[in-house]
């Protein structure tokens, strides 16, 4: 199997088997070879009629190859003084980070991808903004750096 299929039909997998809600958003990305390839997303969080977003709650899951470089995301709330830190410590395999909650409302959460050597990699973060009762409510996502 081409290894380009098969890298998005495992991290669609993976984003199944992980998401735990129907309405959890995705976003796949190669990881360029160099030791500094880094990528930026910014997920935003607001009111789509379900409520006011209370938090955001993201995952990662580093897909193909397997023992590739281990793949890491920080979350930033600059404006709430929030940073955290997701690994998947096993690339290629079917497990990811772990889901965590970030208590940042409305305020943008800069994400940014990272892997710990050089190497191919390849990524899916699984993400949704919740309201204070746990209801989806909107979300987006843009890059502002893709390498």
Known sequence: MNSHVFNIVFTGLAALIWSGSGFAHEESSPLGVGVTATDVH????????NGTPAFLLFELVAGAPANGPV???????P????????????SGDLGGSGEVRIDGGTSPYRVIVNKAGAGKAFYTM??????AGSIHTGTDQSYSQNQ
Do not use: R, W
């Open 42 to 49: 910014t997920i935003s969080c607001f009111d789509d009629g």
């Open 71 to 77: 793949v890491s995301a920080q979350i930033l709330v």
């Open 79 to 90: 404006d709430k003084q929030i940073v955290m830190n997701v690994t998947d410590p096993v």
């Open 126 to 131: 699984i993400y949704h903004c919740e309201t």
